[in-house]
Every structure is written in structure tokens, then in C-alpha cells.
């Protein structure tokens, strides 16, 4: 028996988020007296996998094979299922991230597996094997049973701490039974966000809501984030304006994310925007009603116009940081 | 070309949760229920396909596991345009149990194209479609943000983890959609809503599926510490706290 985490990498790099899967899965594999396999799809050097070991896999397995270039649910389902079989794995984790939610649901039918999705903790028991959970979009937490011998588990991002494990791992190229016929996702045209950290990475992160007034008004917003090495977001109505990109919407309906401060500028703190940010470390409002329900979810508050407050923390930023 | 759009009723997104007597389920006295946020999208994008001639869209079905409670729900979404509704029997007990249900009534009744949201906003579970697409073996594609249909064929955007893609698929298929999927939910026109009153709603009984999880209690979200505010004429305290005390800079 095992624990296989599936590690996903960018252009051969793995991520923040890589490690943080690997460290979860060795966490669980104490926890079951088992140890810890990852799998890394795509084109990934040696000494890259390698890493993978430093937060405690025992055995790295590769599988290189260009029809997994891109992302196939299906034939990314089967991959893995058929690794789980072969390693015998009772846990399968994977992230929470769009490959994640992609994949996780076809392994779980494929192989009869429970899934717990975004799931934040460690088990809080392994028999039963109970899982900690997010639901009603962060207004409460499940305890969440899962009775089928296997398990998948998808895990939200920067919710668990890296734990570094010296572990010398071997690793391993595998082959598996794929081909081109099975993958009906044709892709026409990638569009790779580049240069930027994206905002589900982003351990900072400085977001306007509608008190920003105007898009003209960014650019301090902006060079605050960039002076903190955060990225930038903001509120549903900012977005559906088309004042800012809507990749950079978070909330309900937007994106989830947990980055270890989140300065919030001009957005009032409706349930709906809290949805998506309520998982973050550290809440800083800034808002000109002290009366601004954000205030209640937030540890640093500023009541104050958003365009003197920001210019001062960007120099205030850049003298700190000297 | 027939498109499925799956239905969770979920509490209105403004809902202060409280839990009943023994924390194992939701207090649902006083709840408005609504359809969920992604649904309505899915459900609009449908109705826009429908609308448009050329893409050969002629019915849009709406499906919901769920009792009888969650009718007026599905009446709603009659009243923005669904031609009909199925209704499977059974208290929704796990997304393992509802993607079972939801295959079964389309291994039936054959769609082209299945809509379902990105996740429902109660569970938050992110894996009904997947599932689905999984029981029926057809292709899935995840976090679609946009959906066309040319010459009979589905041209996808859909985002990946570090950027997006254009991508084709298939029919059938099953389209787990997010934001972008329709500019703004559809509402009822007082058509619409006249309309629903005489619309079907099918009831299926559930076929037997053993859930795979189970919830056994919940708790609140840890309190948050109160708010320390820093003076707005010296923000340079706030960096200072952020440094020092929080230490996240
Ligand atoms: C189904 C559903 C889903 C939704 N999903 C989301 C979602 O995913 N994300 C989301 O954000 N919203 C979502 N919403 C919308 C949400 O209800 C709020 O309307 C929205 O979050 C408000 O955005 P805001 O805070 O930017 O704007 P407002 O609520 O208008 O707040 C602006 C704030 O700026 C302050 N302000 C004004 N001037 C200044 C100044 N000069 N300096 C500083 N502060 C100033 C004001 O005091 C106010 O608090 C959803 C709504 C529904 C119904």
C-alpha cells in the first residue's frame, strides 16, 4: 500500500504547490504507516524530480510520453488509475486546481474512490478516515467520512505547509499504455500567462473593489503589489466593468484563493467576495467607512481614501524594504 | 441537438449558515433557496445556444437530484427558458451518488451536449460533471469559459492552470463551466414565468448507488482576531505591523 501524489509541473518546473501536495501525502503516509510515491507526467529533468524526494517521496516515478502534452481529462484519468493500480495506492492526492477538479472526479468513478475536494487539514482520523473540509463556500467546515477503500484526495492550494524530509529517492522512468486515439481534447490555440505570479500562487496579494473609483486608478494598486513581490486582484463588479482582467476576480465566483496577506482597497466585504478570500492568513482592509463590513474580517484596518493611503504604503514599502 | 443543464438548489449566497441541534447538518429554517451561481450561467449559455439558429441547439432539459422541496427551484429555471425538467427521487446524499443518478437518466433520454457548474456553492465538491462524464465514458472538459458551437462541432475556452486554451471536443460531451461561460444570469421574463407554470417536470426514481462519503458534522470557520487599525495619515505603521507582528512581508 501507498501514497501517490500527483505532481503537476510548469514547463518542467515544479511549484510551491508541488511541494506542498508531497508534503501533505508523506503526512498521511505517517499516518498509515505507508510511504510516499509521486508521479510527475511530462518532460521534467533528473535533479528537478529530485526535489520532489526532499519533502519526503520515497519514490519519484516519471512518465514522459508526448500524447500527455496537453490536458485530456480521460487520458490523464487513466494514467494515473492505472499507476494506482500498479502501486497498489489506497490515497491518491492531487491538487485543487483546474487539473485537479479535471481529473479527480473521472479517477474517483474509474476506480470506485470517495473524493474529498479542497481539503485544507491532515485527516482528522484514519479509521474511519475523516477529512476536514470547506463548505458552504468557507461559512463552514465538514467532517466528511470517506468509506471506499481508496481515496483521492484534492488538496487547496496553500492551505498546508511545506515540511522538509531529506529522503535520497530514486527515481524512476515508467511507461504506460496510452494512445493518440484516445484523446478527444484537441487543443487549437495555448495562451501561456507569463512573467506574471499568478494570483492561486501568490503568497501576497493587493486587490481593489468599485471604491477604486476608476481603472485609471490602478497603477498605485499595481506598483504596491509589485513592491510587496504579490499579485493583483480584484471584486466581481471591477471585473464584470471591465476595468481589470477577469482572471483577476475572486470570490464565489470567481477564484478561491489563500495567500498569506490579502490587502483588500475599496471593497466593502460582501459574503459573496469573502467567499473566495476568507482562507487567507492575514486580512488588511483598507475603506473609507470604518462601518464597511470587510473591517469585521480583517486584522489591519485603515478607514481612509484609498488614493492617499496607497501612494504612502508604496513609499512606506520601499523604505522598509531598504 | 438536445443540451442537459444539471441543477444543484442550493441557499441563497447570502445565507448566515447555522447548524441544526448536534452540528450534523444545516438549520435550514428561514432559507431561501436559489439555483447555484454556475447553474444559472450554464443554464443561460444553453438558452443563448438555443437562441441562436445555427448552432442546431432545439432543447434545453434541466436535471435535479433532490425531493419535492427543491420543485420551485426548478420552476425558476423553467420560468428563464428551460423547456422541461427531470426530477431524480432521492435525497442527494453524496456527488457520487448524484453523478450516478444524473448518468443514468442521460444513458435514457441521449443528450449532445451536458452542463454542469464548476462546483455547487454549498458543497463545494467540484465533481459532479467529472463524475458524470466518467459513468457515461465521454469526454469532459473542466473550467470552461466559453462555449461555441461550429459546424456541429464544440470549441471550447477553458483555462489551465497558468494560462488558457482554445480547445475541440467531441459530442457528446460534459462541460464543467465557470465564469465567463455567460456574461449575466438570465431572468424570468413574466412570460417566462406564466410559461413554467404548465411546463413538465419528469420525475425518475433513483436507481440504487451506494454514496462513497459521508458528512458526519460540521463547525465554523475559526474566529478571526479583531481589527487593529493603523491611522490613516501614517500607513507606514501598517507595513511595520505587517513586517513584525504578522510577519507576512
Ligand atoms: C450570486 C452572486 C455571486 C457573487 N459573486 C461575487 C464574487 O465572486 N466576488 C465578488 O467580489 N462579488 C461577488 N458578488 C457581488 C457582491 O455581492 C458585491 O456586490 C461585490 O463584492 C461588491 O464589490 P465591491 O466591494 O468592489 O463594491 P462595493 O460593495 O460598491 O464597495 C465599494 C467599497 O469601497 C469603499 N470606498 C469608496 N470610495 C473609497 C475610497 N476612495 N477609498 C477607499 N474605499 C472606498 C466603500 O466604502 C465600499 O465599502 C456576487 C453576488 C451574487 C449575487
Not at chain 1, 518532460?43 to 526532499?54: Q, T
Not at chain 1, 465538514?142 to 498546508?160: E, M, R, W
Not at chain 2, 423547456?83 to 448518468?103: G, H, K, P
Amino acid at each position: 500500500m501507498s501514497v501517490l501524489v500527483y505532481t503537476e509541473n510548469w514547463d518542467g518546473k515544479f511549484k510551491k504547490l508541488s511541494y506542498e501536495l508531497v508534503s501533505y501525502a508523506s503526512g498521511v503516509a505517517k499516518m498509515l504507516n505507508s510511504s510516499v510515491t509521486a508521479l510527475s507526467i511530462g518532460k521534467v529533468e533528473e535533479a528537478e524530480l529530485k526535489r520532489l524526494g526532499d519533502y519526503g517521496a520515497a519514490r519519484i516515478l516519471s512518465v514522459d510520453n508526448e500524447i500527455l502534452a496537453s490536458l485530456d481529462n480521460q487520458t490523464y484519468a487513466n494514467v494515473i488509475a492505472e499507476v494506482a493500480g500498479k502501486e497498489n495506492a489506497s490515497v491518491i492526492i492531487i491538487s485543487n486546481n483546474n487539473t485537479g477538479k479535471a481529473v479527480a472526479p473521472r479517477l474517483s468513478v474509474k476506480l470506485k474512490a470517495g473524493v474529498g475536494s479542497g481539503v485544507s487539514r491532515l485527516p482528522l482520523s484514519v479509521n474511519p478516515f475523516t477529512l476536514y473540509k470547506r463548505t458552504y463556500s468557507g461559512n463552514a467546515f465538514a467532517h466528511v467520512i470517506i468509506k471506499s477503500d481508496v481515496k483521492i484526495l484534492t488538496i487547496a492550494q496553500n492551505s498546508f505547509d511545506l515540511i522538509e524530509t531529506a529522503n535520497n529517492a530514486a527515481v524512476e522512468k515508467i511507461n504506460v499504455s496510452v494512445d493518440n486515439s484516445q484523446v478527444k481534447t484537441k487543443v487549437q490555440n495555448i495562451q501561456k500567462q507569463t512573467g506574471k505570479i499568478l494570483l492561486t500562487d501568490a503568497d501576497i496579494v493587493v486587490s481593489g473593489g468599485r471604491g477604486m473609483k476608476s481603472p485609471d486608478n490602478w497603477s498605485t494598486l499595481v506598483e504596491l503589489a509589485s513592491a510587496l513581490g504579490g499579485a493583483t486582484a480584484c471584486s466581481r463588479p471591477v471585473s464584470d466593468e471591465g476595468w481589470r482582467p477577469h482572471e483577476e476576480h475572486t470570490g464565489q465566483t470567481g477564484k478561491i484563493i489563500a495567500p498569506n496577506l490579502y490587502i483588500a482597497v475599496g471593497i466593502s466585504g460582501a459574503t459573496q467576495h469573502l467567499a473566495g478570500i476568507s482562507s487567507s492568513k492575514y486580512i488588511v482592509a483598507i475603506n473609507t467607512d470604518k462601518d464597511a463590513p470587510i473591517f469585521e474580517s480583517a486584522q489591519y484596518g485603515i478607514v481612509g481614501d484609498a488614493m492617499k493611503v496607497l501612494p504612502k504604503l508604496v513609499s512606506a514599502v520601499k523604505e522598509f524594504k531598504k | 441537438m438536445k443540451v442537459l443543464v444539471c441543477i444543484s438548489n442550493v441557499p441563497d449566497t447570502t445565507t448566515r449558515i447555522k447548524f441544526a441541534e448536534g452540528n450534523a447538518s444545516i438549520d435550514t429554517t428561514g432559507i431561501q433557496w436559489v439555483i447555484n451561481p454556475w447553474d444559472e450561467l450554464s443554464l443561460t449559455r444553453a438558452l443563448e445556444l438555443k437562441d441562436d439558429p445555427g448552432t442546431g441547439v432545439k432543447s434545453v432539459t434541466i436535471a435535479h437530484v433532490g425531493p419535492a422541496s427543491a420543485e420551485p427551484t426548478l420552476r425558476k429555471a423553467l420560468a428563464i427558458g428551460a423547456d422541461e425538467a427531470v426530477r431524480v427521487n432521492a435525497e442527494s446524499s453524496d456527488a457520487y451518488f448524484v453523478a450516478a443518478q444524473i448518468a443514468e437518466v442521460i444513458r435514457k433520454e441521449q443528450f449532445d451536449i451536458i452542463l454542469c457548474g464548476i462546483e455547487s456553492s454549498d458543497y463545494n465538491g467540484s465533481v459532479v460533471g467529472g463524475m458524470i462524464s466518467e459513468f457515461l465514458g465521454i469526454p469532459s472538459v473542466s473550467a470552461v469559459s466559453g462555449l461555441k458551437i461550429e459546424n456541429g462541432n464544440a470549441v471550447i475556452n477553458r483555462e489551465i492552470d497558468g494560462g488558457k486554451e482554445v480547445v475541440t471536443i467531441p459530442l457528446p460531451f460534459v462541460a464543467i463551466v465557470q465564469k465567463g461561460i455567460a456574461k449575466e444570469p438570465r431572468i424570468a421574463s413574466m412570460r417566462g414565468i406564466m410559461l413554467a407554470r404548465t411546463k413538465p417536470i419528469r420525475t425518475f426514481e433513483p436507481v440504487s448507488v451506494e454514496p462513497l462519503t459521508q458528512i458526519i458534522s460540521f463547525e465554523k470557520p475559526a474566529p478571526r482576531s479583531a481589527c487593529k487599525f493603523v491611522d490613516a495619515e501614517n500607513p507606514a505603521q501598517l507595513i511595520d505591523l505587517l513586517m513584525n507582528e504578522a510577519k507576512v512581508i
